[in-house]
Structure formats: structure tokens, C-alpha cells
């Protein structure tokens, strides 16, 4: 049905009348927020039958995080791994960008069961954030109860220095405020909630134990606690921008996490994230300009670093806060 005209407040104004919202119906199984609960759980039976791992908790392998160099990273350090690329599995779509494998990895991290995403999805390769937020959601029905998600970012913060690993602390959703989020749409409450509360995002309990475990293995020295923020991308950003986000409290800037931390939280999940600082911010017109390969090489630079503190936090959060 077409829209109306309607006077509002004196005004003629656009009103769409209910039935011209077909866009928000479920079609083939899919609804504007996302393939539907029995269609994830396809997804998610397939790939129980592709190994015998039940994962408790799921990691998400940031750039060069894991991801890139097939010795010696995160990813590549699972024990009795059982892999499957990303084509392999329904419903899932693939990785395009370098340094982003595109396989799960499911397996052992100091015994604990895992999955690991050896790749993940951004919004800047074209997908909706609902789909680039898919595999949370299907890490929840496999049975994960804490995800961890890691990524690169500049470092907005002039006290950072490049290396640095920067506990997230709460993000500021800049996407969202422009009305783009992953739960947009209908919602189904076998995810959860309408109106999800976003407070306690990082949960308090794993940001005191990753402290511990930088003083453990006397790294403290190079981690620090923020605020991330993901923008859209491709582009990084403009020195304007980037001003302006230091002004509202960010310390360092990314292109991801964010939406999936809310998907996460939706569902109930336990949530601990990091960002490796890979680049300074550039905020002056003379600076060197951000590059990718600068993002992945300290990725490679900080591997094994990454690799003993993500799986001594798989370690501690399964030990201290998941249930048996
Ligand atoms: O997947 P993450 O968030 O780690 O990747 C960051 C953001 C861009 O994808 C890329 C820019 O170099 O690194
Ligand atoms: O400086 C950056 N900006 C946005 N995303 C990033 N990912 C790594 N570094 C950056």
C-alpha cells in the first residue's frame, strides 16, 4: 500500500502506513535482522557433527591476530583442532580481507574447549552488521558462554604506544548512533531481549583477572584499559574525525567488535575484548598516513605475546567464572 500524507503539527508530512513494511516480515528464512533461530541452529548442528569439541568459549581472531601467519599464532596453537573453512559451512559467509583466514577453529586452549573465528567479517566488505555478527550468535547455540574478541585499532590516546594491548573497558557505537546496529528489526526472544541493557558490556570480573594475568606474565607494562570505537571503514580516518572522537573519551579506534560485543550481550553472553594498538592515530596534517600492512606486521610482531595472554584468559575465565 502506498504511503500517506499526513498533517502533522501543521505540516504535511511522510507517514508509511503499517502494511508498506514488508522489509521487516521473515522471508526464505531470513528476517531483516537475520537468518532465524532454527536456520542458525542448522548451522550450528552441522558443524557439532563436523567435530566432537563442545566449545565453552569463543575467540575472535582480529587482524593479524592469529589470522595471518599460519606458525605460531593464537589460532594455530589449538590443540586437537578440528578446522572448517567458512564455504564449507551453511549460512556463513566468507573472508575478504587480508590477514583474515576465514576458517573456525575448534579445539583445546590449556585444555579448555574453544572455537576460534580464524577471520572475521566487516561491515566494510558489504555486509549488513547482522550477518558480519552471525557467527556469535551461532557460537551461542554451539554452546559458548564467553566470547573474547580481539582486534587491531589505532591508538587515539597519547599515551599509548604502538604494541600496546588496550583491555576494552565500554565502546562508544558511532555506527548505532546513525541508526545501524545488528539487533535492528524484528526481535526474537530466543536471543534475547527487545531492549538489551549495554552498562556492564565488559564484564568487571575478567577485566580485573586480565590485569592479573599481565602482571603474571609481566606484560603489565604494555596493557592498558579504554574505550574502543568502530567506524565503518575502509577508510581510516580523517584528522578531523579523529579529534573529535579523542574529545568524547576514545582511546582507540577500530572497524569492528562493537557490534559484535552487543550481538554477544544480547544473547547473554560473558564478554572480555582487547585491542592490539597496531598504529597511532594520525591527528596532525604532516603525520605518516595509517596502512594496512603496518596493522598486520605488528600483529605478527606481537603474536606470541597475544597468544600466552589470550590462552591464559581462556584458562582463568573458564576456571573462575563459567559454570562446570
Ligand atoms: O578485524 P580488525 O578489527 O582487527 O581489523 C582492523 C580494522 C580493519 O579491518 C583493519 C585495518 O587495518 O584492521
Ligand atoms: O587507525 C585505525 N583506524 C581504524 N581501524 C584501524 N585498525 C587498525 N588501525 C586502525
Known amino acids: ?35 532465524s533461530y532454527e536456520t542458525l541452529l542448522e548451522t550450528a548442528n552441522f558443524l557439532l557433527s563436523r567435530t566432537s569439541i563442545r566449545p565453552r568459549i ?35 559467509p566468507v573472508s575478504t580481507v587480508e590477514g583474515h583466514h576465514g576458517k573456525l577453529v575448534f579445539g583445546k586452549l590449556e585444555g579448555v574447549p574453544v572455537v576460534a573465528m580464524q577471520g572475521r567479517f566487516h561491515y566494510y566488505e558489504g555486509y549488513p552488521l547482522w550477518k558480519c555478527c552471525l557467527p556469535v550468535r551461532v557460537m551461542k547455540l554451539l554452546g559458548v558462554e564467553t566470547l573474547i574478541a580481539t582486534n587491531a585499532a589505532g591508538g587515539l590516546n597519547p599515551s599509548y604506544k604502538i604494541g600496546d594491548i588496550m583491555i576494552v573497558r565500554d565502546h562508544i557505537n558511532m555506527m548505532g548512533f546513525a541508526g545501524n546496529n545488528p539487533l535492528h528489526g524484528p526481535n526474537d526472544e530466543r536471543f534475547g531481549p527487545r531492549f538489551p541493557p549495554m552498562n556492564k558490556a565488559y564484564k568487571l570480573e575478567y577485566r580485573k583477572i586480565a590485569k592479573d594475568v599481565a602482571k603474571e606474565l609481566n606484560i603489565e607494562n604494555i596493557v592498558r584499559e579504554g574505550v574502543y570505537t568502530c567506524l565503518g571503514g575502509p577508510n581510516f580516518e580523517t584528522v578531523a574525525e579523529l579529534n573529535m572522537l579523542k574529545m568524547v573519551g576514545v582511546d582507540a579506534v577500530g572497524m569492528s567488535t562493537v557490534h559484535e560485543v552487543i550481538t554477544a550481550r544480547h544473547c547473554d553472553m560473558n564478554v572480555f575484548a582487547l585491542s592490539l594498538i597496531t598504529n597511532e592515530c594520525v591527528t596532525s596534517y604532516d603525520d605518516a598516513e595509517a596502512n594496512h600492512e603496518e596493522v598486520l606486521d605488528v600483529g605478527r610482531m606481537r603474536q606470541d605475546i597475544l597468544k600466552k595472554f589470550v590462552s591464559r584468559l581462556v584458562h582463568r575465565f573458564a576456571k573462575e567464572t563459567i559454570s562446570p
Not at 502533522?8 to 531470513?30: H, W
Open 1 to 35: 500500500m502506498a504511503p500517506i500524507n499526513a498533517d502533522v503539527n501543521g505540516r504535511q508530512a511522510y507517514v508509511p502506513v503499517k502494511e508498506s513494511l514488508p522489509e521487516v516480515e521473515t522471508e526464505n528464512g531470513k528476517s531483516a535482522n537475520g537468518y
Open 58 to 92: 569463543g575467540v575472535i581472531c582480529g587482524s593479524g591476530m592469529g589470522s595471518y601467519w599460519k606458525e605460531g599464532s593464537l589460532a594455530e596453537s589449538i590443540e586437537d583442532a578440528d578446522c572448517v573453512p567458512y564455504e564449507d559451512i551453511p549460512n556463513f
